[in-house]
């Protein structure tokens, strides 16, 4: 239990007290039941940039994202040619990657042939239930329900999602809560 206590002598999951940012993304986001395609594509979006890098990395590059990426909505992203992928390219306020960036158009233009919403394609891979962790040793990098979205989004046409970035999602969006035992957040 003492390394769940952060400096400011809150209770929360060991990473989200080595730094200010993750103290407040784990305290005001992560594991919150999120809705909405505009915000569901910028976490789906934010998951792929991380993939290989730290999370910390994309928090503090949040904002960038959100303008280069037009606050994420995937009517626009979709729209984007090659003259904005240069232009994202350049731009040192995201993450200058570009099988990424083509994941990211790739994965808004997916979103517009869908037949269903997104909100509703996601969150159905939400399991019924999902035992609270007592540790973070205990907490899965996948699961059969991020194996079963990977695989769904894939034949949808999404790209750069595997069960690994689809657990993240589930996690970062409230799809499944991992706060750990002892947590201010679990509830």
Request: include cysteine.
């Amino acid at each position: 239990m003492s390394e769940l206590i952060g400096a400011d002598g809150v209770a929360r999951c060991s990473w989200g007290n080595s730094t200010p940012d993750y103290a407040a993304y784990h305290d005001e986001e992560w594991g919150t039941p999120l809705h909405g395609q505009d915000e569901l594509y910028e976490r789906l979006c934010l998951e792929s940039f991380q993939s290989g890098l730290s999370w910390i990395t994309i928090l503090r590059k949040r904002e960038g994202f959100r303008k280069a990426f037009k606050q994420f909505k995937p009517a626009k992203v979709a729209k984007f040619g090659d003259a904005d992928v240069e232009r994202l390219m350049q731009d040192a306020s995201i993450v200058r990657n570009r099988a990424k960036i083509l994941a990211a158009i790739k994965n808004a233009q997916a979103i517009a042939a869908l037949d269903t919403p997104l909100d509703d394609l996601l969150w159905s891979f939400a399991p019924a239930s999902h035992p609270r962790p007592a540790t973070m040793a205990d907490v899965p990098a996948i699961t059969d329900e991020s194996k079963a979205m990977a695989k769904e989004l894939k034949k949808r046409g999404f790209v750069f999602l595997g069960p690994t970035t689809c657990y993240a999602l589930m996690q970062a969006t409230g799809m499944v809560d991992d706060h750990v035992q002892g947590c201010f957040r679990a509830s």
